[in-house]
């Protein structure tokens, strides 16, 4: 069974541009039929209500200082696990499950497993892996299907991560800096917090070779 995640920009925009990684190249995906939905191809055959240990990672941004941080976690709840979302305006994130390990098998539905505040809000959510709560194994979440607003299949792989960025209308994702690039669609969105580091490391070194 496959889970599925959010769909990505709306018909008001003109273009959604998806950006993946294989291998550590990227690739992108452009789609001029937003809005898009993504799916994970994950290990998630398990029986209705078994409960399972699903990864999964959450962007959130500071209310004050606009500050962008990447936090990953896990939760236990029950199968099937057939989304995760970003509430209105970024004050939930919710699983589409069975209800949580602690209670009973409740109707299939939007569970809400976090809750912002006043000092930050969420932007972003997507699971890493499902597996079994006892920790017998961990198959991973590989494969990823990309369709447009006419429900076409615009990209289909089966040994990809699931993991992505989604880019509407041109632009790029809050935490990411656009620079120019060879590669389709002409520019590239890099992770602000490495970039910083990368600079950061790169004139520690000049500082010391100059010092030296």
């Not at 995906?29 to 999964?56: H, M």
């Not at 098998?105 to 709560?133: H, K, L, Y």
């Not at 040994?159 to 669609?185: A, F, H, L, Q, R």
Request: proline share 5%.
């Amino acid at each position: 069974m496959n889970y599925t995640m959010t769909t990505y920009c709306t018909v008001q925009n003109k273009t959604a541009i998806i950006l993946l990684s294989k291998n550590g190249y990227p690739i992108q995906i452009k789609s001029n039929n937003p809005p898009v939905t993504i799916t994970c191809k994950a290990n998630n055959d398990y029986s209705d209500c078994t409960i399972v240990k699903v990864g999964w990672s959450y962007t959130q941004q500071d209310t004050t200082t606009n500050a962008i941080t990447t936090v990953t976690t896990s939760t236990i709840i029950r199968a099937p696990i057939l989304g995760l979302k970003v509430g209105t305006n970024g004050s939930t994130v919710e699983f589409n499950c069975r209800g949580f390990s602690s209670g009973g098998c409740t109707a299939q539905g939007w569970v809400q497993i976090a809750q912002a505040n006043i000092f930050f809000r969420f932007i972003d959510a997507r699971i890493i892996s499902i597996e079994p709560n006892d920790g017998t194994q961990n198959p991973g979440s590989k494969g990823v299907i990309i369709k447009d607003s006419r429900d076409i299949v615009i990209f289909d792989d089966d040994n990809i991560d699931c993991t992505w960025n989604v880019v509407c209308d041109n632009d790029c994702p809050e935490g990411t800096c656009k620079c120019p690039s060879p590669i389709y669609p002409g520019y590239c969105c890099l992770d602000c917090a490495s970039v910083a580091t990368t600079i950061h490391a790169i004139t520690n070194d000049l500082k010391a070779k100059n010092n030296g």
